[in-house]
């Protein structure tokens, strides 16, 4: 993967109402794709990925994302979010080839009640 | 438990006292990195290492230097910090390069360099 690209830095969102952040990578081979989330003080947890196979993945607490290659995306969604879901998510890829995992910029979700 | 370990978590230095930020993990993992992360940029990769006494630059090495002498340990060194190293550190670790699927991470090390 030569980069990732988050496409909001931030995403405010009432409690119960669904989410979707985006991610777009760009790359000339085959990648894997990740979400981490990161809570406040802490490091990143690995949420969901997609190695291979069928294109949507389930993760953690509720989250999913699907892969689509066209598009070159790997967007995170979660149709009902809670206050404890308030984190940064950072989407990563790395080539399969390869060993070196790039990270975006993050993504920072903010859970309103 | 599996962990990665990172000490200390804070620190406030002077610019030009050299630092070890260090890391161990218990998982045996082959792998070993370091990044930083700054607000807008997400994770940039430091230095990494494939195994013992096998290291590389990622791609923001200048002014920082690791060794890798024992495979459960990473240290990372400011031989002279500066005021744009001030940062949020992370040490993370894999399986072995057929597996690098999944990366445990460290809880981080905040660096305020005056």
């Given amino acids: 993967a030569q980069s990732v690209t988050q496409l909001d830095s931030q995403v405010p969102v ?3 109402a669904p989410v979707e952040l985006r991610c777009n990578y760009s790359s000339s081979v085959s990648v894997y ?14 949420l969901l990925k997609y190695l291979s196979g069928s294109t949507l993945v389930k993760g953690i607490n509720g989250f999913e ?3 689509n290659k066209s598009q070159t995306s790997f967007h995170l969604r979660k149709p009902s979010v809670h206050i404890s879901d308030t984190a940064e998510y950072f989407c990563a890829a790395r080539n399969t080839g390869g060993f070196k995992t790039i ?10 009640a | ?3 990665v370990t990172q000490n200390p978590r804070y620190l406030i230095t002077v610019t030009g006292k050299k630092l070890t930020v260090t890391c161990s993990q218990n998982m045996n993992h082959e792998y070993m990195s370091w990044y930083r992360q700054d607000p807008g940029l997400g994770l940039r990769q430091i230095y990494y290492s494939m195994n013992v006494e096998v290291t590389d ?21 400011l031989e002279s910090p500066s005021p744009n190293q001030t940062s949020l550190y992370f040490c993370a670790s894999s399986p072995s390069r057929g597996r690098l699927d999944t990366i445990y991470f460290g809880e981080g090390s905040w660096l305020t360099v005056v």
Avoid: C, H, M
């Avoid at chain 1, 794709?33 to 690995?46: A, E």
């Avoid at chain 2, 090495?61 to 240290?75: A, D, I, L, T």
């Fill in chain 1, 14 to 16: 009432f409690e119960e």
């Fill in chain 1, 33 to 46: 794709l990740f979400w981490y989330v990161q809570y406040p003080n802490q490091g990143l947890q690995l």
């Fill in chain 1, 65 to 67: 994302a699907e892969f």
């Fill in chain 1, 103 to 112: 990270f975006g910029a993050g993504t920072r979700l903010f859970v309103k």
């Fill in chain 2, 1 to 3: 438990e599996a962990q």
């Fill in chain 2, 57 to 77: 630059k990622g791609d923001v090495p200048e002014g920082y230097k690791v060794s890798r002498k024992e495979k459960r340990n990473f240290p990372l060194i």
